[in-house]
Protein backbone atom coordinates (compact mmCIF):
# COMPACT_ATOMS: atom_id res chain seq x y z
CA UNK A 1 0.00 0.00 0.00
CA UNK A 2 1.12 3.50 -0.47
CA UNK A 3 -0.15 6.43 1.64
CA UNK A 4 1.31 10.18 0.47
CA UNK A 5 0.19 13.13 3.02
CA UNK A 6 0.16 16.48 1.86
CA UNK A 7 -1.28 20.14 3.57
CA UNK A 8 0.09 23.00 3.43
CA UNK A 9 3.54 24.44 5.31
CA UNK A 10 2.95 24.05 8.61
CA UNK A 11 -0.38 21.75 8.98
CA UNK A 12 1.37 19.12 10.68
CA UNK A 13 1.55 17.10 7.26
CA UNK A 14 5.42 16.29 8.47
CA UNK A 15 3.96 15.00 11.78
CA UNK A 16 1.14 12.67 10.58
CA UNK A 17 3.40 11.01 8.39
CA UNK A 18 5.78 10.22 11.51
CA UNK A 19 2.89 9.15 13.74
CA UNK A 20 1.87 6.85 11.11
CA UNK A 21 4.55 5.21 9.81
CA UNK A 22 5.69 4.41 13.47
CA UNK A 23 2.35 3.34 14.56
CA UNK A 24 2.10 1.12 11.01
CA UNK A 25 5.94 -0.07 11.84
CA UNK A 26 4.42 -1.12 15.21
CA UNK A 27 1.35 -3.06 13.95
CA UNK A 28 3.62 -5.18 12.09
CA UNK A 29 3.89 -3.56 8.91
CA UNK A 30 7.17 -3.88 6.73
CA UNK A 31 7.33 0.68 6.62
CA UNK A 32 9.40 2.42 4.23
CA UNK A 33 8.86 6.42 5.22
CA UNK A 34 10.16 8.49 2.80
CA UNK A 35 10.50 11.71 2.76
CA UNK A 36 9.99 13.47 -0.49
CA UNK A 37 9.81 17.31 0.11
CA UNK A 38 12.85 19.46 -0.83
CA UNK A 39 13.10 20.44 2.85
CA UNK A 40 13.75 17.66 4.52
CA UNK A 41 12.45 16.89 8.02
CA UNK A 42 11.10 13.69 8.44
CA UNK A 43 13.50 12.03 10.29
CA UNK A 44 12.73 14.04 13.22
CA UNK A 45 9.51 13.37 13.35
CA UNK A 46 10.15 9.53 13.37
CA UNK A 47 12.55 9.87 15.76
CA UNK A 48 15.52 9.61 14.70
CA UNK A 49 17.50 12.95 15.84
CA UNK A 50 18.70 15.77 14.61
CA UNK A 51 22.07 14.51 14.00
CA UNK A 52 20.92 12.24 12.13
CA UNK A 53 18.29 13.10 10.46
CA UNK A 54 20.70 16.15 9.32
CA UNK A 55 23.54 13.81 8.26
CA UNK A 56 20.94 11.95 5.87
CA UNK A 57 19.84 15.27 4.41
CA UNK A 58 23.42 16.44 3.60
CA UNK A 59 24.04 12.87 2.01
CA UNK A 60 21.58 14.17 -0.40
CA UNK A 61 22.77 17.48 -0.83
CA UNK A 62 26.37 15.87 -1.71
CA UNK A 63 24.60 13.93 -4.88
CA UNK A 64 23.48 17.34 -6.09
CA UNK A 65 27.05 18.97 -5.36
CA UNK A 66 28.25 16.01 -7.43
CA UNK A 67 30.20 14.63 -4.60
CA UNK A 68 28.87 11.57 -4.34
CA UNK A 69 28.16 8.26 -6.41
CA UNK A 70 24.79 7.82 -7.37
CA UNK A 71 22.82 4.84 -6.56
CA UNK A 72 22.17 2.40 -9.50
CA UNK A 73 18.67 0.93 -8.65
CA UNK A 74 15.67 1.43 -6.26
CA UNK A 75 16.85 -1.14 -3.23
CA UNK A 76 20.38 1.17 -3.23
CA UNK A 77 18.79 4.06 -3.66
CA UNK A 78 16.67 3.32 -0.44
CA UNK A 79 19.57 1.71 1.20
CA UNK A 80 22.05 4.60 0.22
CA UNK A 81 20.10 8.11 1.48
CA UNK A 82 18.50 6.23 4.20
CA UNK A 83 18.48 4.11 7.19
CA UNK A 84 16.70 1.28 9.93
CA UNK A 85 14.89 3.77 11.97
CA UNK A 86 12.86 2.78 15.17
CA UNK A 87 10.63 0.42 15.49
CA UNK A 88 11.70 -1.71 12.35
CA UNK A 89 11.22 0.89 9.77
CA UNK A 90 13.02 2.02 6.80
CA UNK A 91 13.30 5.58 6.63
CA UNK A 92 15.01 7.71 3.22
CA UNK A 93 15.56 11.39 1.73
CA UNK A 94 14.66 10.93 -1.83
CA UNK A 95 13.38 14.60 -2.25
CA UNK A 96 14.00 16.05 -5.77
CA UNK A 97 17.89 17.88 -6.33
CA UNK A 98 18.72 20.67 -8.36
CA UNK A 99 21.16 18.95 -10.86
CA UNK A 100 19.75 15.43 -11.56
CA UNK A 101 20.79 12.85 -14.30
CA UNK A 102 17.55 12.33 -16.61
CA UNK A 103 16.66 8.29 -16.00
CA UNK A 104 18.84 7.80 -13.35
CA UNK A 105 17.24 5.97 -10.41
CA UNK A 106 18.28 7.84 -7.54
CA UNK A 107 17.90 11.13 -8.84
CA UNK A 108 16.25 11.40 -12.11
CA UNK A 109 13.20 10.51 -11.27
CA UNK A 110 11.00 12.39 -9.27
CA UNK A 111 8.95 11.67 -5.71
CA UNK A 112 5.66 10.60 -8.41
CA UNK A 113 8.35 8.52 -10.51
CA UNK A 114 9.43 6.88 -7.49
CA UNK A 115 6.34 6.39 -6.19
CA UNK A 116 5.20 4.77 -9.25
CA UNK A 117 7.91 1.99 -9.54
CA UNK A 118 7.79 1.04 -6.19
CA UNK A 119 5.64 -1.89 -6.19
CA UNK A 120 5.49 -4.18 -3.56
CA UNK A 121 2.44 -5.14 -2.26
CA UNK A 122 3.88 -6.69 0.97
CA UNK A 123 5.13 -3.03 1.76
CA UNK A 124 3.72 -0.45 3.12
CA UNK A 125 5.03 3.21 2.01
CA UNK A 126 4.62 6.06 3.86
CA UNK A 127 5.55 9.02 1.55
CA UNK A 128 5.52 13.05 3.00
CA UNK A 129 4.96 15.00 0.40
CA UNK A 130 6.42 18.35 -0.86
CA UNK A 131 4.34 20.94 0.53
CA UNK A 132 1.43 22.79 -1.11
CA UNK A 133 0.61 20.23 -4.13
CA UNK A 134 3.11 20.55 -6.80
CA UNK A 135 3.49 16.55 -6.61
CA UNK A 136 -0.19 15.84 -7.39
CA UNK A 137 -0.35 17.67 -10.20
CA UNK A 138 2.03 15.25 -11.60
CA UNK A 139 1.56 11.97 -10.23
CA UNK A 140 0.17 9.11 -12.68
CA UNK A 141 -1.87 6.09 -11.90
CA UNK A 142 -1.15 3.35 -9.32
CA UNK A 143 1.50 6.11 -7.79
CA UNK A 144 -0.77 6.43 -4.84
CA UNK A 145 -3.33 4.21 -3.11
CA UNK A 146 -4.47 6.11 -0.53
CA UNK A 147 -4.15 10.28 0.11
CA UNK A 148 -4.00 11.46 3.72
CA UNK A 149 -4.88 15.57 3.29
CA UNK A 150 -3.54 17.69 6.08
CA UNK A 151 -5.70 20.72 6.89
CA UNK A 152 -6.55 22.86 9.94
CA UNK A 153 -8.97 25.32 10.88
CA UNK A 154 -7.72 28.15 8.86
CA UNK A 155 -8.81 29.67 5.56
CA UNK A 156 -5.69 28.85 4.09
CA UNK A 157 -4.67 25.87 4.67
CA UNK A 158 -8.59 24.73 4.03
CA UNK A 159 -8.04 25.92 0.33
CA UNK A 160 -5.05 24.26 -0.06
CA UNK A 161 -6.73 20.80 1.05
CA UNK A 162 -10.00 21.75 -1.22
CA UNK A 163 -6.65 21.77 -4.34
CA UNK A 164 -5.34 19.04 -3.22
CA UNK A 165 -8.87 16.71 -3.10
CA UNK A 166 -9.69 17.83 -6.76
CA UNK A 167 -6.38 16.76 -7.73
CA UNK A 168 -6.91 13.43 -5.65
CA UNK A 169 -10.37 13.03 -8.12
CA UNK A 170 -8.84 14.12 -11.02
CA UNK A 171 -6.32 11.91 -11.08
CA UNK A 172 -8.12 8.60 -9.80
CA UNK A 173 -7.04 8.48 -5.98
CA UNK A 174 -10.13 6.40 -4.84
CA UNK A 175 -9.16 6.12 -0.52
CA UNK A 176 -8.50 9.97 0.75
CA UNK A 177 -8.80 10.56 4.20
CA UNK A 178 -9.15 14.67 5.52
CA UNK A 179 -6.99 14.93 8.50
CA UNK A 180 -8.13 17.93 10.74
CA UNK A 181 -5.26 18.80 13.00
CA UNK A 182 -4.93 21.72 15.76
CA UNK A 183 -8.72 21.69 16.52
CA UNK A 184 -9.49 23.86 19.44
CA UNK A 185 -12.87 25.68 19.12
CA UNK A 186 -15.44 23.22 20.00
CA UNK A 187 -17.27 23.63 16.28
CA UNK A 188 -13.93 23.48 14.77
CA UNK A 189 -14.59 19.80 14.04
CA UNK A 190 -18.37 20.37 12.56
CA UNK A 191 -17.57 23.38 10.06
CA UNK A 192 -14.42 21.46 8.93
CA UNK A 193 -16.93 18.67 8.24
CA UNK A 194 -18.92 21.23 6.24
CA UNK A 195 -15.93 21.89 4.08
CA UNK A 196 -15.22 18.60 3.08
CA UNK A 197 -18.75 16.93 3.11
CA UNK A 198 -18.53 13.79 1.07
CA UNK A 199 -15.40 13.15 2.59
CA UNK A 200 -13.86 10.93 5.47
CA UNK A 201 -12.74 13.47 7.92
CA UNK A 202 -10.85 12.29 11.07
CA UNK A 203 -10.13 15.13 14.17
CA UNK A 204 -6.81 15.55 15.59
CA UNK A 205 -7.34 17.90 18.93
CA UNK A 206 -4.55 21.20 19.46
CA UNK A 207 -2.05 19.65 21.65
CA UNK A 208 0.68 20.75 23.21
CA UNK A 209 2.47 17.41 23.17
CA UNK A 210 2.99 18.09 19.68
CA UNK A 211 4.78 21.90 20.40
CA UNK A 212 6.54 20.10 23.07
CA UNK A 213 7.71 17.02 20.38
CA UNK A 214 8.59 19.83 17.92
CA UNK A 215 10.45 22.59 19.98
CA UNK A 216 12.54 19.38 21.37
CA UNK A 217 13.20 17.89 17.63
CA UNK A 218 11.56 14.29 19.16
CA UNK A 219 8.92 12.64 17.64
CA UNK A 220 5.72 12.77 19.88
CA UNK A 221 5.50 8.77 19.53
CA UNK A 222 8.64 8.95 22.06
CA UNK A 223 7.66 11.55 24.57
CA UNK A 224 4.09 11.78 24.40
CA UNK A 225 2.83 8.44 22.35
CA UNK A 226 -0.51 8.61 24.92
CA UNK A 227 -1.47 12.43 24.50
CA UNK A 228 -4.66 13.16 22.77
CA UNK A 229 -3.31 14.33 19.50
CA UNK A 230 -0.87 11.23 19.27
CA UNK A 231 -3.70 8.69 20.28
CA UNK A 232 -5.83 10.53 17.26
CA UNK A 233 -2.97 10.05 14.64
CA UNK A 234 -1.79 6.68 15.55
CA UNK A 235 -5.89 5.79 15.16
CA UNK A 236 -5.22 6.65 11.69
CA UNK A 237 -3.51 3.29 11.68
CA UNK A 238 -6.82 1.75 12.01
CA UNK A 239 -8.70 3.72 9.14
CA UNK A 240 -5.79 1.91 6.95
CA UNK A 241 -5.88 -1.16 8.61
CA UNK A 242 -9.76 -1.45 7.23
CA UNK A 243 -8.38 -0.69 3.69
CA UNK A 244 -6.32 -3.43 3.63
CA UNK A 245 -5.21 -6.07 6.30
CA UNK A 246 -1.10 -6.82 6.92
CA UNK A 247 0.05 -9.40 4.64
CA UNK B 1 13.47 48.78 0.67
CA UNK B 2 13.83 45.69 -0.58
CA UNK B 3 12.93 43.40 1.16
CA UNK B 4 12.54 38.65 1.13
CA UNK B 5 10.84 36.72 3.32
CA UNK B 6 11.79 33.15 3.59
CA UNK B 7 11.39 30.45 6.51
CA UNK B 8 9.66 27.05 6.98
CA UNK B 9 6.19 26.76 5.97
CA UNK B 10 3.92 27.87 8.49
CA UNK B 11 6.17 29.90 10.13
CA UNK B 12 4.32 32.96 9.83
CA UNK B 13 6.07 34.45 6.80
CA UNK B 14 3.00 35.61 5.65
CA UNK B 15 1.06 37.01 8.03
CA UNK B 16 4.47 39.25 8.93
CA UNK B 17 5.09 40.35 5.26
CA UNK B 18 1.30 41.14 5.01
CA UNK B 19 1.48 43.36 8.06
CA UNK B 20 5.13 45.11 7.14
CA UNK B 21 3.31 45.82 3.86
CA UNK B 22 0.21 47.49 5.24
CA UNK B 23 2.12 49.43 8.01
CA UNK B 24 4.87 50.93 5.18
CA UNK B 25 2.11 51.47 2.29
CA UNK B 26 0.10 53.31 5.40
CA UNK B 27 3.69 55.94 5.49
CA UNK B 28 2.42 57.25 2.00
CA UNK B 29 5.95 57.64 1.72
CA UNK B 30 6.36 55.62 -2.02
CA UNK B 31 4.22 53.33 -2.77
CA UNK B 32 4.35 49.62 -1.67
CA UNK B 33 4.04 46.31 -3.74
CA UNK B 34 4.21 43.05 -2.74
CA UNK B 35 5.30 40.39 -4.74
CA UNK B 36 4.09 36.52 -3.70
CA UNK B 37 6.07 33.96 -5.46
CA UNK B 38 4.05 31.37 -3.82
CA UNK B 39 1.66 28.96 -5.99
CA UNK B 40 -0.34 28.47 -2.67
CA UNK B 41 -2.65 30.40 -1.50
CA UNK B 42 -1.36 32.99 1.21
CA UNK B 43 -0.27 36.32 1.31
CA UNK B 44 -4.05 37.94 -0.07
CA UNK B 45 -5.84 37.19 2.65
CA UNK B 46 -3.06 38.59 4.77
CA UNK B 47 -3.04 41.69 3.24
CA UNK B 48 -6.84 41.57 3.48
CA UNK B 49 -7.22 41.44 -0.18
CA UNK B 50 -9.94 38.96 -1.36
CA UNK B 51 -7.90 35.75 -2.36
CA UNK B 52 -7.85 35.15 -6.01
CA UNK B 53 -6.25 32.20 -8.44
CA UNK B 54 -5.30 34.78 -11.19
CA UNK B 55 -1.99 35.36 -12.31
CA UNK B 56 -0.37 38.44 -14.29
CA UNK B 57 -2.36 37.87 -17.98
CA UNK B 58 -0.42 36.44 -20.46
CA UNK B 59 -1.07 39.69 -22.77
CA UNK B 60 1.88 41.44 -20.24
CA UNK B 61 4.82 39.20 -22.04
CA UNK B 62 5.81 38.41 -25.70
CA UNK B 63 7.70 35.79 -26.75
CA UNK B 64 11.43 36.20 -26.61
CA UNK B 65 14.05 34.74 -28.57
CA UNK B 66 17.39 36.44 -27.44
CA UNK B 67 19.97 33.78 -26.85
CA UNK B 68 21.02 33.65 -23.07
CA UNK B 69 17.31 35.45 -21.87
CA UNK B 70 14.48 34.15 -20.45
CA UNK B 71 11.34 33.06 -23.34
CA UNK B 72 9.40 35.36 -22.43
CA UNK B 73 10.18 39.00 -21.21
CA UNK B 74 7.42 42.38 -20.84
CA UNK B 75 5.81 43.40 -23.91
CA UNK B 76 7.70 46.40 -25.53
CA UNK B 77 6.74 49.40 -24.46
CA UNK B 78 5.99 48.12 -21.13
CA UNK B 79 7.98 49.00 -17.87
CA UNK B 80 8.08 47.31 -14.96
CA UNK B 81 6.42 50.16 -13.43
CA UNK B 82 3.40 50.38 -15.83
CA UNK B 83 2.74 46.47 -15.49
CA UNK B 84 1.92 47.27 -11.74
CA UNK B 85 0.31 50.08 -12.30
CA UNK B 86 -2.11 47.81 -14.68
CA UNK B 87 -2.10 45.02 -13.26
CA UNK B 88 -1.46 44.81 -9.49
CA UNK B 89 -4.04 44.37 -7.17
CA UNK B 90 -4.82 47.32 -4.78
CA UNK B 91 -5.73 46.38 -1.55
CA UNK B 92 -6.22 48.47 1.82
CA UNK B 93 -3.70 51.64 2.56
CA UNK B 94 -3.16 51.08 -1.31
CA UNK B 95 -0.74 48.29 -0.94
CA UNK B 96 -0.02 46.88 -4.05
CA UNK B 97 -0.05 43.08 -4.49
CA UNK B 98 1.32 41.18 -7.88
CA UNK B 99 1.20 37.32 -7.44
CA UNK B 100 2.53 35.13 -9.78
CA UNK B 101 -0.19 33.09 -10.12
CA UNK B 102 -2.07 30.02 -7.86
CA UNK B 103 -1.97 26.66 -9.18
CA UNK B 104 -4.49 23.99 -9.27
CA UNK B 105 -5.50 20.96 -11.58
CA UNK B 106 -4.64 22.64 -14.56
CA UNK B 107 -0.96 22.60 -13.76
CA UNK B 108 2.28 24.86 -13.23
CA UNK B 109 2.60 25.32 -17.09
CA UNK B 110 -0.36 27.68 -17.05
CA UNK B 111 1.88 30.16 -15.33
CA UNK B 112 4.54 29.88 -17.92
CA UNK B 113 4.05 33.57 -18.99
CA UNK B 114 3.79 35.40 -16.05
CA UNK B 115 6.68 33.83 -14.24
CA UNK B 116 8.71 35.71 -16.57
CA UNK B 117 6.68 38.77 -16.40
CA UNK B 118 6.50 38.70 -12.76
CA UNK B 119 10.61 38.39 -12.29
CA UNK B 120 11.39 41.17 -14.72
CA UNK B 121 9.03 43.07 -12.24
CA UNK B 122 10.93 41.84 -9.36
CA UNK B 123 14.24 42.98 -11.07
CA UNK B 124 13.38 46.09 -12.99
CA UNK B 125 11.12 48.08 -10.58
CA UNK B 126 12.89 51.52 -9.74
CA UNK B 127 13.96 51.53 -6.23
CA UNK B 128 13.08 55.63 -6.67
CA UNK B 129 9.25 55.55 -5.19
CA UNK B 130 8.70 52.05 -4.71
CA UNK B 131 8.95 49.34 -1.92
CA UNK B 132 9.30 45.85 -2.35
CA UNK B 133 8.10 42.87 -0.22
CA UNK B 134 8.71 39.45 -1.18
CA UNK B 135 6.63 36.21 -0.34
CA UNK B 136 8.67 33.42 -1.09
CA UNK B 137 7.35 30.03 -0.85
CA UNK B 138 8.34 28.07 2.62
CA UNK B 139 11.22 25.96 2.69
CA UNK B 140 14.63 25.91 0.97
CA UNK B 141 13.68 25.52 -2.90
CA UNK B 142 13.15 29.13 -4.18
CA UNK B 143 14.83 31.37 -2.08
CA UNK B 144 17.86 31.58 -3.95
CA UNK B 145 17.18 29.92 -7.40
CA UNK B 146 15.94 33.22 -9.41
CA UNK B 147 13.11 34.44 -7.08
CA UNK B 148 14.74 36.01 -3.63
CA UNK B 149 17.67 37.86 -5.75
CA UNK B 150 15.68 41.02 -6.26
CA UNK B 151 16.24 41.33 -2.31
CA UNK B 152 18.52 43.46 -0.35
CA UNK B 153 18.15 41.43 2.63
CA UNK B 154 16.49 38.14 3.06
CA UNK B 155 14.50 37.71 6.27
CA UNK B 156 14.12 33.88 7.12
CA UNK B 157 11.24 33.68 9.90
CA UNK B 158 12.30 31.18 12.42
CA UNK B 159 9.83 29.25 15.25
CA UNK B 160 11.45 28.36 18.02
CA UNK B 161 11.39 24.41 17.00
CA UNK B 162 13.90 22.14 15.77
CA UNK B 163 12.48 21.86 11.88
CA UNK B 164 12.39 25.62 11.64
CA UNK B 165 16.37 25.80 13.14
CA UNK B 166 17.03 22.86 10.52
CA UNK B 167 14.87 25.49 7.48
CA UNK B 168 17.09 28.51 8.40
CA UNK B 169 20.08 27.22 8.65
CA UNK B 170 19.62 25.45 5.34
CA UNK B 171 18.72 28.75 3.48
CA UNK B 172 21.94 30.16 5.62
CA UNK B 173 24.35 28.11 3.73
CA UNK B 174 22.74 28.74 0.46
CA UNK B 175 23.18 32.43 1.19
CA UNK B 176 27.11 31.58 0.94
CA UNK B 177 26.53 31.73 -2.89
CA UNK B 178 27.83 34.90 -4.73
CA UNK B 179 25.74 37.84 -5.66
CA UNK B 180 23.03 36.26 -2.45
CA UNK B 181 22.01 38.94 -0.24
CA UNK B 182 22.37 39.68 3.41
CA UNK B 183 20.15 37.17 5.78
CA UNK B 184 18.73 37.47 9.03
CA UNK B 185 16.19 36.06 11.21
CA UNK B 186 12.83 37.09 12.72
CA UNK B 187 12.54 35.13 15.50
CA UNK B 188 8.68 34.30 15.48
CA UNK B 189 6.21 32.98 18.13
CA UNK B 190 8.07 33.52 20.71
CA UNK B 191 7.35 32.85 24.57
CA UNK B 192 10.38 34.36 26.36
CA UNK B 193 13.51 36.19 25.77
CA UNK B 194 15.40 32.72 25.95
CA UNK B 195 13.77 32.18 22.23
CA UNK B 196 14.96 34.89 20.88
CA UNK B 197 18.54 33.68 21.99
CA UNK B 198 17.66 30.25 21.09
CA UNK B 199 17.14 31.00 17.40
CA UNK B 200 20.47 33.45 17.11
CA UNK B 201 21.87 30.28 18.21
CA UNK B 202 20.61 27.64 16.41
CA UNK B 203 20.73 29.29 13.15
CA UNK B 204 23.65 31.51 13.39
CA UNK B 205 22.10 34.35 12.11
CA UNK B 206 21.37 37.52 13.24
CA UNK B 207 17.65 38.35 14.76
CA UNK B 208 16.34 41.88 13.68
CA UNK B 209 13.27 41.50 15.79
CA UNK B 210 10.94 38.79 18.10
CA UNK B 211 7.54 38.51 17.71
CA UNK B 212 5.85 37.10 20.75
CA UNK B 213 3.24 33.79 20.46
CA UNK B 214 -0.28 35.46 19.85
CA UNK B 215 -3.38 34.12 20.01
CA UNK B 216 -4.57 36.81 17.34
CA UNK B 217 -2.67 35.83 14.87
CA UNK B 218 -4.26 32.59 14.77
CA UNK B 219 -7.52 33.87 14.71
CA UNK B 220 -7.05 35.69 11.99
CA UNK B 221 -5.70 33.18 9.85
CA UNK B 222 -9.44 31.29 11.12
CA UNK B 223 -11.43 34.05 9.52
CA UNK B 224 -9.19 35.08 6.59
CA UNK B 225 -8.59 38.24 7.93
CA UNK B 226 -5.43 40.86 7.93
CA UNK B 227 -3.63 40.69 11.18
CA UNK B 228 -3.55 44.50 11.21
CA UNK B 229 -7.19 44.83 10.92
CA UNK B 230 -8.02 42.00 12.79
CA UNK B 231 -6.27 43.33 15.92
CA UNK B 232 -4.17 46.51 15.00
CA UNK B 233 -2.94 47.11 19.02
CA UNK B 234 -1.74 42.94 19.47
CA UNK B 235 1.64 42.14 21.00
CA UNK B 236 2.37 40.36 17.78
CA UNK B 237 0.99 43.08 15.33
CA UNK B 238 3.13 45.40 17.66
CA UNK B 239 6.45 43.66 17.29
CA UNK B 240 5.70 43.46 13.69
CA UNK B 241 4.99 47.25 13.73
CA UNK B 242 8.75 47.78 15.03
CA UNK B 243 10.18 45.60 12.59
CA UNK B 244 8.67 47.46 9.30
CA UNK B 245 10.54 50.46 11.08
CA UNK B 246 14.10 48.31 11.64
CA UNK B 247 13.52 46.93 8.22
CA UNK B 248 13.42 50.90 6.88
CA UNK B 249 16.29 52.00 8.60
CA UNK B 250 18.25 49.12 7.68
CA UNK B 251 18.54 50.68 4.27
CA UNK B 252 18.35 54.06 4.81
Partial sequence: MKIAVVGKGGSGKTTTSGVLARELARRGREVVALDCDTNANLGLSLGMGVETAEHLVSVREQLDAGEADHATSIPELLDRFGREGPDGLHFAVVARIEHSDPGCPCCGMSPHELLEALDDPGRTVIADLEAGIGTLTRVGPGAIDVLVVVVEPTEKSIDVAQRALELADERGIHEVLVVANRLELDDDLANLRTRFEDRDVVGVPDDAAIARADRAGESPMDTDPDSPAVTALRGLADRLGQLQPVA | ?252
Wanted: net charge negative.
Fill in chain 2, 1 to 252: MRAAFAGKGGSGKSTIVGTVARLWARDGDGRTVVLDSDVMPGLAGALGIPPSDAPIPDEVVEASDVEGQPPFRLRTGLSAEQAVAQYAIEGPDDVLLVQLGKLRTDGVWTLRGSQHAFRQIARELPRDGWHVLGDLPGGTRQPFFGWGRFADVMVVVVEPTVKSFMTARRIGRLATEPDAPRVVAVANKVTSDADRRLVADETGLEVIAAIPADPAVRDADRRGLALVDHAPTGPATGAIGSLAVTLREMVS
